[in-house]
């Protein structure tokens, strides 16, 4: 039942509640107002009667009640043209900012992180790969599947954690590709997880999928990594690639 339905059901009960009362209070005498005694100074103010009694105010009709509108979806679009992606609030995606160090598609970028040491991230140019028949966690109708092999390479410092789930995809008008961890477009073994780099783990490679429109620019798309929540508050993505 809607929050609308609930609330038109107790609104018509009201006056059927009202009606009972004023029934059950003509049964007996109504109960005379005794004026106030007489002080030794007067008052202009008048003597209120029974009739005078305010009375309850009028129930709001229907039309006053007011109804709870259904949330606006971030995604719109053709998904055969543009991503459509929806932030679900889970993670926050990166965004460019202009604190962002940006990068050729194949040029590595450095990041430390703060809670670590110091990396180089390099991702190659995207590219798209035909979802097979039978795939269930393929990309709807008039999308693709869009791999993004990504090396990182330890440099200094301390450990490093870098997570696939932190890299953000958006296509040429910033609209978020979603992230395809299910997908079976690459073997789970050669899907990019989660890479901790030291001293003795020097590199990790591995592949993330994302789903975007079939037949587009990949090169003019953006891929962003953005630290986790406890590493980095902001949204602001500290890199980004694209051309």
Known sequence: MTTTAVRRIALGAVPAVIAAGALAGCNDAAPTVQPPPATSQGSDQPVPTQGSVPT???????????????????????????????????????????STRKAAWGKPLELSQKYGGTVTITPQVPHAKKPADG????????????????????????????????????????????????????PKQDQFDDATLSKTSRTYTG?????????????????????????????????????
Do not use: H, M
């Open 56 to 98: 309850q105010s009028s129930v709001p009709t229907d039309s006053e009640v007011p109804t709870v509108s259904a949330a606006p979806s971030s995604a719109t679009g053709d998904p055969a043209k543009v991503c459509t992606a929806e932030d679900d609030g889970f993670l926050t995606p990166g965004v460019l900012a202009p």
């Open 135 to 186: 795939d269930i966690f393929g990309p709807p109708d008039g999308q693709t599947n869009l791999l993004v092999k990504v090396t990182v390479a330890y440099k200094s410092g301390d450990d490093s954690t870098i997570a696939g789930i932190y890299f953000t995809l958006r296509d040429s008008q910033k609209n978020l590709c979603d992230y395809s961890s299910l997908s079976q477009a690459v």
């Open 207 to 243: 592949t993330i999928v994302f789903e975007a429109p079939a037949g587009q620019d990949y090169t003019k798309y953006t891929l962003l990594y953005r630290p986790s929540t406890f590493d980095n508050k902001s949204s602001d993505a500290p890199v980004a690639w694209t051309d």
